[in-house]
């Protein structure tokens, strides 16, 4: 079959490789599309020790069961021979958090796509068997394209669960990626007043407003204080009852503490790169303004399931966010687009 390997730091090549094999508690998938995450674009740019090369990157997939082993626990509503996502945090299932209901904070998770579990860049990928509960059936006729942004888009849930917005609340979204994107359209959704966006770049922010701009009631390039200021100037110097952080930036995090209102609510979604995850926050912001500050980090079981239907849903909202989309063997070009920042979700169609 053919795969594409991750072969060195910002070199890929596609190729022939074996077909994975059956396992007895597992599954084979047919890859009909896989998103690539932006865990797969920083493995890609700066290398990860889970991904050894030659190595086969992508957890977002979405395809056909051609093969189910003989032993295999398949979850409720999925048969051979369906089209199913196939979620990427991999849980033991049995520790405290998994029984709790907060699969994504398992004491022993794993993610599909890195080491011992190859990806699904490729024609074929192995389900294996500790990811047979993460399969979900597909609506019959949701694109297979957009269904792969299943797994972002149910982390990007968890970050507005966790907002906890309610009705008449400002929300500010730090960053207009995809997840800031899908954000938007959930915290419309859950009641918000007024959403706004801002983004450090005009172009990613100008590819945002194209896709989600009915959503939006005001949107800016933010300038040297992150857009602190704009915000106070819109709300007569109260700032706002929601904020996510929806990029990696360490400014953009304390931006969020000095535009928050008094008693506000922010979410971390991003994570910052793990060889300098420290940030310089005023915890005197936290401490006068009684600030709520929470982390948002992956997705739960339950989390996946909403997502799928939201998105049968709401597919005509959403589909604009998956800007690209390339055959296998133009991956690097894909990963170039994600470079350039030209693009919002790039899908690959093996």
Same mark, same amino acid.
């Given at each position: 079959?053919?795969? @594409?390997?991750?072969?060195?730091?910002?070199?890929?090549?596609?190729?022939?490789?074996?077909?994975?094999?059956?396992?007895?508690?597992?599954?084979?998938?047919?890859?009909?599309?896989?998103?690539? $995450?932006?865990?797969?674009?920083? =493995?890609?740019?700066?290398?990860?020790?889970?991904?050894?090369?030659?190595?086969?990157?992508?957890?977002?997939?979405?395809?056909?069961?051609?093969?189910?082993?003989?032993? @295999?626990?398949?979850?409720?509503?999925? #048969? #051979?021979?369906?089209?199913?996502?196939?979620?990427?945090?991999?849980? $033991? %299932?049995? $520790?405290?958090? $998994? =029984?709790?209901?907060?699969?994504?904070?398992?004491?022993?998770?794993?993610?599909?796509?890195?080491?011992?579990?190859?990806?699904?860049?490729?024609?074929?990928?192995?389900?294996?068997?500790? #990811?047979?509960?993460?399969?979900?059936?597909?609506?019959?006729?949701?694109?297979? /394209?957009?269904?792969?942004?299943?797994?972002?888009?149910?982390?990007?849930?968890?970050?507005?669960?966790?907002?906890?917005?309610?009705?008449?609340?400002?929300?500010?979204?730090?960053? =207009?990626?995809?997840?800031?994107?899908? +954000?938007?359209?959930?915290?419309?959704?859950?009641?918000?007043?007024?959403?706004?966006?801002?983004?450090?770049?005009?172009?990613?922010?100008?590819?945002?407003?194209?896709?989600?701009?009915?959503?939006?009631?005001?949107?800016?390039?933010?300038?040297? /204080?992150?857009?602190?200021?704009?915000?106070?100037?819109?709300?007569?110097?109260?700032?706002?009852?929601?904020?996510?952080?929806?990029?990696?930036?360490?400014?953009?995090? +304390?931006?969020?503490?000095?535009?928050?209102?008094?008693?506000?609510?922010?979410?971390?979604?991003?994570?910052?790169? !793990?060889?300098?995850?420290?940030?310089?926050?005023?915890?005197?912001?936290?401490?006068?303004?009684?600030?709520?500050?929470?982390?948002?980090?992956?997705?739960?079981?339950?989390?996946?399931?909403?997502?799928?239907?939201?998105?049968?849903?709401?597919?005509?909202?959403?589909? %604009?966010?998956?800007?690209?989309?390339?055959?296998?063997?133009?991956?690097?070009?894909?990963?170039?687009?994600?470079?350039?920042?030209?693009?919002? !979700?790039?899908?690959?169609?093996?």
């Amino acid at each position: 079959m053919r795969a @594409a390997s991750m072969t060195d730091v910002n070199a890929i090549a596609v190729g022939d490789v074996e077909e994975p094999k059956l396992d007895p508690r597992g599954a084979t998938l047919k890859v009909e599309a896989c998103g690539i $995450c932006g865990t797969d674009a920083r =493995t890609f740019f700066n290398g990860d020790p889970k991904a050894p090369a030659p190595w086969v990157l992508g957890h977002e997939p979405v395809g056909t069961l051609v093969e189910v082993g003989l032993d @295999a626990d398949l979850p409720e509503g999925v #048969a #051979a021979g369906d089209r199913v996502f196939l979620g990427s945090i991999l849980t $033991c %299932g049995e $520790c405290r958090w $998994c =029984t709790e209901g907060f699969q994504n904070l398992c004491e022993h998770h794993l993610l599909y796509g890195y080491d011992p579990f190859p990806g699904a860049y490729a024609e074929y990928a192995a389900v294996p068997p500790i #990811a047979m509960k993460n399969l979900i059936p597909l609506p019959e006729d949701l694109p297979s /394209d957009l269904a792969t942004v299943a797994d972002p888009f149910a982390c990007a849930l968890n970050g507005i669960e966790q907002l906890d917005i309610q009705l008449g609340d400002t929300v500010m979204i730090l960053g =207009t990626g995809p997840i800031g994107c899908w +954000q938007a359209v959930m915290a419309r959704d859950r009641g918000a007043s007024r959403v706004w966006m801002t983004d450090v770049s005009k172009d990613r922010l100008d590819l945002a407003l194209g896709v989600v701009g009915r959503f939006i009631d005001d949107a800016w390039v933010a300038g040297e /204080d992150n857009g602190v200021q704009d915000v106070l100037a819109r709300t007569d110097g109260v700032g706002v009852e929601r904020v996510s952080v929806a990029a990696p930036a360490k400014p953009a995090q +304390q931006a969020a503490l000095e535009m928050a209102a008094k008693r506000a609510r922010v979410v971390y979604f991003a994570g910052l790169p !793990k060889h300098d995850p420290v940030s310089p926050l005023d915890m005197n912001q936290l401490h006068y303004k009684e600030l709520s500050i929470l982390g948002a980090y992956g997705a739960t079981h339950r989390q996946y399931r909403i997502t799928m239907d939201y998105l049968n849903r709401r597919r005509e909202d959403l589909e %604009g966010v998956v800007t690209h989309r390339f055959p296998l063997e133009q991956i690097a070009d894909a990963f170039e687009t994600i470079r350039s920042g030209s693009g919002l !979700k790039m899908v690959i169609l093996p």
